[in-house]
Structures are given as C-alpha cells and as structure tokens.
C-alpha cells in the first residue's frame, strides 16, 4: 500500500457539484479515510487569461495497488464526469481534472505519467494543500518537507491568488 495525494480540479458548470462528485469518487478508490486540505478557489495557472476560476482540492488516502491502477481510476473518473480529451500542451477549461501529485516515495517519468507531479511546486495550492494534510511528508526528489518547500516558496507561486472556500 501507498499513501498517494490527488490533486482535484474544476473550472466548468457546477463547480462544487462536480468537486463534490470527485471527492466522492475518489474517496472509494482508497482503503482507509482520505484527508483533504480546504477547498481553493484559485485563478488559472498556466492557461489563457480567459479560463474560469478553478476549485482545487488536495486528498490523501492509503490506494492498495500499483500507479497505474490509480492513473487508470482517476481517468475513468474524469471521463465519468465529462472531462474532455486536449490536444498535447494545449489546457482546456474542464469539469473534473485529477492529478496524481505524489505516490508515496516513488519516483516515475515515462510517456504516460510523471510522479512527483512537475506542477507541484509550481501551484501554490499544491504546496499549501499538501502542507494542510501532513506538512511533513517529503518530496521525494527535492528531499525537503512541504512544511519546509511552504515557507521556502517564491515570490512568483506566494503571488497565485488562492482562497479557502470552506
């Protein structure tokens, strides 16, 4: 078993329905209580000025199986959901976005899947959502606490507009 952190995101239609249908979602896919940080309204990061504020989400649970189980899960929910399929490097606005953001200590980069996810430390929602649930677990790459990468973040990521919601 792996303690695995999901990013959860949505900028399309209703947003806290659609929030609220991944975390539910989501929450079957693990084996004991997932914990999740307060719900962001955030601004896009990364996408064309004209994208709809998103709500992020990030959750933790304990997944019994492989990466690839949990990547599988993940798309089929948010195709339940009415995710969209992009063009490569191209975002669209989307009702259920999942990222899987860390996969206990595991380190993976090959054509379908990167963990750590590369947006981590990018999205200042990822760093304060991760903190929230356990702002000591490591990143298994830069070896520092999300306590630590929380009050080591730059002025660029301190500057990302996020709101708690709940």
Do not use: W
Request: with cysteine.
């Amino acid at each position: 078993m792996q303690t695995a952190f999901l990013s959860l995101g949505t900028n399309l239609g209703d947003r806290l329905a659609n929030m609220n249908a991944m975390l539910g979602s989501c929450e079957k896919l693990f084996v004991d209580k997932v914990r999740h940080s307060p719900l962001y309204e955030t601004d896009p990061v990364g996408t064309s000025a004209e994208h709809m504020p998103y709500l992020n989400r990030i959750i933790a649970g304990e997944f019994d199986g492989i990466v690839a189980d949990l990547l599988a899960c993940c798309q089929s929910i948010e195709i339940s959901l009415g995710r969209q399929q992009s063009e490569k490097g191209k975002v669209l606005p989307r009702q259920a976005d999942i990222d899987i953001l860390l996969f206990g200590n595991e380190i993976i980069s090959d054509e379908i899947l990167t963990v750590p996810h590369p947006a981590i430390l990018g999205r200042r929602f990822c760093i304060e959502g991760i903190a929230a649930i356990d702002a000591d677990i490591i990143h298994p790459i830069y070896l520092k606490t999300f306590r630590q990468l929380f009050t080591e973040m730059s002025q660029e990521i301190k500057r990302q507009k996020i709101f708690i919601v709940d």
